[in-house]
């Protein structure tokens, strides 16, 4: 199968598709790969180790041109949906949700896309979403203790606080892969940090590995307005498995909270857990409203992309190399988990959490097996 990696245009996005090291496993399986030429610069990534690897150095054009397997990391731009074509499987994030004019493309184009954030595993978890739910979550309080510095707006207050001056109060608003990773972060940055969830299973889980490091509370409407208005700092980090985020904090909320406190939506990609939330770029990360910094980068790992990088190509590639060699109908057939990943084939969606979001029909992926 010829395999294509085309360099990310979103704004800030420097990972890449491809590591040097998957494109010479590609290869020894017998698929050729084109790559971009400059497509992993960004995360350290020379042309030269691409073409020792077995790689073919080609302009955009040429990888959608000729790719049968496009692999991506950021959803496609509107220049890149409208390269896309019948017949071609896109491997990539999507984050369908929220984005309907993504949606309306993929489907005008016929494009077979399988997104990584909605393939599964035999646990109930989310194995090609887990590595960068486990950067953005370590990054959120390292870019919410910059956004709270008074230079940028912030309450100036320091996250472990010094000896006789008290810490900054962390709110983390969900405990799943991002809420944890940014929960013993600001715990080991010195905060005093509450976890919330309305899993109680999950909340006695970080109760009994965590109790040390952070406080874990059920997110109950009460016990989430309270302890948003006394919080520094609220990290967003709720996740619907593809569909979008709930809305958690209103915008009459903000009123209650400390002028100067910062809000960092790690779910913004899905939507966003605040209502005021809205996506923006490293570039341009912060805004205020109503007195309050929100810093809602929609692709926070991006901006450690190396690393980021890495910790994607060994998620990603078993998956990748299943689709290269067996096709991905069979691969898809053979593995329910990877089956799920599916969300557009010929015109159709797939993906029932994403149709309800936008209210258009679905297909269910099964079906579209023999389609």
């Not at 984050?95 to 005008?108: E, I, N």
């Not at 990054?139 to 010094?162: C, D, E, F, I, Y």
């Amino acid at each position: 199968m010829k395999i294509g990696c085309p360099k990310e245009i979103k704004p800030q996005e420097f990972r890449v598709g491809l590591t040097p090291a998957a494109v010479q496993e590609a290869v020894s399986h017998g698929h050729e790969v084109l790559v971009e030429a400059g497509a992993g610069v960004g995360a350290g990534f020379a042309d030269d180790a691409y073409a020792a690897a077995g790689a073919k150095l080609v302009c955009v054009e040429e990888v959608f041109a000729q790719a049968e397997l496009v692999v991506k990391v950021k959803e496609p731009q509107a220049a890149e949906r409208a390269r896309l074509r019948e017949g071609q499987i896109l491997f990539t994030y999507l984050h369908l949700a929220p984005d309907p004019d993504q949606t309306r493309d993929l489907l005008a184009s016929g494009v077979t896309a399988i997104a990584y954030e909605t393939v599964t595993d035999c646990a109930g978890g989310l194995p090609l979403l887990a590595p960068m739910s486990e950067v953005a979550g370590r990054l959120a309080p390292q870019v919410g203790a910059w956004t709270l510095q008074k230079a940028n707006g912030g309450r100036g207050v320091l996250m472990g606080g010094v000896p006789g001056v008290a810490p900054a109060k962390v709110v983390v608003i969900g405990g799943g892969v991002v809420g944890t990773h940014a929960a013993r972060v600001a715990a080991g940055m010195g905060a005093d940090v509450t976890v919330l969830d309305r899993s109680l299973p999950r909340l006695r889980q970080l109760d009994e590995g965590f109790a040390r490091d952070f406080k874990a509370i059920y997110a109950s409407e009460a016990n989430t307005a309270e302890l948003v208005a006394a919080a520094d700092m609220v990290i967003g980090a709720v996740l619907v498995p593809g569909a979008a985020a709930p809305k958690l904090v209103s915008r009459s909320q903000l009123g209650s909270m400390k002028p100067g406190a910062a809000i960092v939506d790690v779910a913004i990609d899905q939507g966003g857990c605040f209502e005021t939330s809205r996506p923006t770029t490293h570039q341009d990360p912060i805004y205020e409203v109503d007195g309050i910094m929100h810093y809602c980068v929609a692709n926070m790992p991006g901006a450690v992309a190396r690393t980021s990088t890495l910790a994607l190509g060994n998620a990603t590639l078993p998956f990748m190399l299943a689709i290269a060699d067996k096709g991905w109908r069979k691969a898809c057939g053979d593995d329910p988990h990877l089956l799920a990943g599916l969300n557009t084939h010929a015109g159709r969606l797939t993906y029932a959490a994403v149709g309800a979001a936008l209210g258009l029909d679905v297909t269910p992926a099964k079906e579209a097996l023999s389609i």
